[in-house]
């Protein structure tokens, strides 16, 4: 089975968050880090944010980043709602009508073998997350070109009362 680009996308997309943690990623961070067309991922990221997995931040400083929750998604889960054919082959599609039927279908064993086949391919999906496949993240950060985001430290305000001085 071959994944469509667009799942491929679906799960950079979350791990190129997942790697970031804090802070917000902008679509053409991504776009560049992948090399990947900045349109094919906005039909992506809204996808991704209509699902909840991602939060996307509009305005100037906006952006997106990993929901919370979103880390303990399975690849199984991003898979599942990113495909939309699972069909091995053409001829399983079912449809009378189809170019791709053929004479044996009703007595084909092959069927049952690729639905076992798919079965054990999203038993082992689901056995991964998310967050475990952003586990190395200082190396996937690194490989990525994403640098740690700088989180602004207030200052404690310094009192500018006057100093007492005992005389003598």
């Given at each position: ?98 170019h791709r039927s053929c004479v044996i279908q009703s007595q084909?064993l092959l069927r049952g073998m690729f639905a076992s086949a ?51």
């Amino acid at each position: 089975m071959r994944l469509t680009d667009y799942t491929d996308y679906s799960l950079r997309v979350m791990l190129f968050l997942a790697v970031r943690g804090e802070g917000l990623s902008t679509i053409q961070e991504i776009s560049d880090a992948y090399g990947i067309s900045k349109n094919h991922l906005m039909k992506v990221v809204q996808q991704l944010g209509e699902l909840g997995w991602i939060e996307t931040v509009r305005g100037r400083n906006g952006g997106l980043r990993l929901n919370a929750q979103s880390s303990s998604l399975t690849i199984g889960e991003v898979v599942r709602a990113t495909e939309n054919d699972y069909l091995l082959v053409g001829c399983f599609s079912g449809e009378a009508e189809s170019h791709r039927s053929c004479v044996i279908q009703s007595q084909c064993l092959l069927r049952g073998m690729f639905a076992s086949a798919l079965d054990a391919f999203f038993a082992e999906l689901d056995k991964h997350t998310i967050g475990e496949l952003s586990a190395p993240a200082p190396q996937l950060a690194a490989l990525l070109g994403l640098r740690p985001v700088s989180v602004p430290v207030v200052a404690a305000s310094v009192s500018h009362a006057p100093s007492l001085r005992v005389s003598d």
